[in-house]
């Protein structure tokens, strides 16, 4: 039965491990990589970049646009005038009546007689020529029909092509502005980069450090329980006093406290981890330093200046540097203003009505070539204004830089005084190592024969407990001294 027990309980230990995801610095950083929310915004920006630069050269090529629309107007043109519109649609009838009136006048003149005589011929002319009369109106109104425009519906349409030919140098300052903007998006994406693999280090050594102040904290433990065990013994054999006894105790339960506290910032550590690697927060994760006996080594220290590869490689800078001629070429595109612009035009252009033979309800039209200049004669200083606005911008850019400069000179000597200043720490921390353990080892061999007191013991301990900590700690800050140095150089890199 023990052995079927002590089975299940082998087979339930192996489930939980084979459960637990093993994960190393570097997996950890690929998945931060991959899952940070600010890496994918500046993915994102990139591609936006990417497309603004394309955009920008098209504004070399000429572009082709089609236009159309249509008007209703109430009235429409008119070519001839009521007076003439009237007098043509009359055209025969005032002819006859003018006629008329001058035979009228003419015979007048003549003898009574011969009035008389000619009055039937006169009759039957004028009946004859009233035809004639009619036709001359159907002629003249014809006439007025033929000058008719009929322009209340007016339909308008075309195909036009515009070539840039000098835009007073915007489109080549747009074109470096866009090429700067791209490189700003990249800067800034690497800068997100190193940030994300920064705070991945810093919480992946966090987790290591607890785990190993965690098994740490375990073993204290263990050693002022047999202390406490020790003592209890004493106690009933009347070797040591109830007070040494309570005193061993309020150490154990100090331990155990410890313990708790430490456990508590290791699973919130945890939590953290697997939140910037995109996991689940109560995902169980083990690191692979946790159990390393040794978590670093001496760091190789600096040599020689390492702010030139800053200014090489920090991307700050880069945004800086991107910012200062983003601001030049603005002030170029503004300065365009003020400066003449020659497009050439050409297309297509029809209407209906058409005019291109007399008007007619045809849809007609003409292919057009032309030059358009346009020259900025008084603006009241709008385009000065801009751009000493925008000198002033750049201005402010440039100083914003220089003082970014000193700043990062002064990280990175700090960052290279830290890596030296954390190897000093570790070789002190490995030296009291070995001084506390032979301090206990001696104190646990003079309290077993008798000649040293608990007490001794447990400050031995508490020695030894210091010495250990400080190990991890020095250990730990070997490694993230090496982080900030890589960040503050720029090559933290994946």
Request: aromatic share 4%; net charge neutral; proline share 2%.
């Amino acid at each position: 039965m023990n052995r079927l027990v002590g089975l299940l309980l082998l087979a339930g230990m192996m489930q939980t491990a084979s459960a637990q995801r093993v994960l190393n610095l570097d997996s950890c950083r690929a998945m931060a990589l991959r899952n940070n929310k600010q890496m994918s915004v500046s993915r994102v920006k990139q591609d936006v970049a990417k497309n603004l630069r394309k955009a920008a050269r098209t504004k070399y090529l000429p572009h082709i646009s089609a236009v159309g629309g249509y008007v209703y107007t109430n009235r429409e043109v008119s070519i001839l005038t009521d007076e003439q519109k009237e007098g043509l649609s009359s055209l025969g009838t005032n002819v006859g009546n003018n006629l008329k009136g001058a035979v009228n006048k003419y015979t007048s003149t003549l003898p009574a007689a011969l009035q008389t005589a000619l009055a039937p011929t006169l009759a039957q002319i004028g009946q004859d020529l009233a035809p004639l009369g009619t036709a001359l109106n159907g002629v003249g109104q014809d006439v007025v029909d033929a000058f008719r425009t009929d322009t209340r519906h007016t339909l308008v349409g075309g195909v036009m092509v515009m070539q840039p030919v000098f835009m007073g140098g915007a489109i080549v300052a747009m074109n470096k502005l866009a090429d700067v903007n791209e490189q700003f998006a990249e800067n800034s994406a690497e800068a997100k980069r190193q940030n994300t693999l920064y705070n991945i280090d810093q919480s992946y050594w966090q987790v290591v450090s607890l785990r190993h102040k965690q098994k740490l904290a375990q073993s204290y433990l263990d050693l002022v329980k047999k202390l406490d065990d020790d003592v209890q013994k004493m106690i009933q054999e009347g070797v040591a006093t109830r007070s040494d006894g309570l005193s061993v105790s309020v150490r154990v339960n100090e331990a155990e406290m410890m313990l708790m506290q430490v456990e508590d910032g290791l699973t919130l550590s945890r939590m953290l981890l697997c939140q910037l690697c995109g996991l689940p927060v109560k995902e169980p994760v083990v690191l692979a330093d946790e159990e390393a006996e040794n978590i670093a080594e001496m760091a190789v220290e600096p040599v020689g200046s390492g702010f030139s590869t800053a200014v090489e490689h920090r991307p700050e800078l880069k945004m800086l540097q991107n910012a200062v001629d983003m601001g030049k070429q603005t002030t170029n595109i503004l300065k365009a203003g003020n400066l003449p612009q020659v497009m050439l035009m050409g297309g297509w252009m029809g209407s209906n009505p058409s005019v291109y033979n007399s008007f007619q309800r045809k849809f007609k039209g003409a292919w057009n070539v032309g030059v358009m200049v346009r020259v900025p004669l008084w603006n009241w200083g709008d385009v000065m204004y801009k751009v000493r606005a925008s000198k002033g911008a750049t201005t402010i850019a440039a100083l914003e830089m220089e003082d970014a400069r000193e700043k990062i000179e002064l990280q990175v000597s700090q960052s290279e005084f830290r890596v030296s200043e954390s190897n000093k720490k570790l070789q002190q921390a490995l030296a009291n190592i070995e001084r506390a353990d032979e301090n206990l080892r001696t104190a646990n061999l003079g309290f077993k024969e008798g000649v040293i007191s608990s007490t001794t013991v447990m400050e031995a301990q508490t020695a030894w407990l210091q010495a250990q900590s400080q190990k991890i700690d020095a250990e730990i800050d070997v490694k993230l001294s090496q982080v900030n140095l890589q960040k503050a150089l720029g090559t933290l890199k994946y």
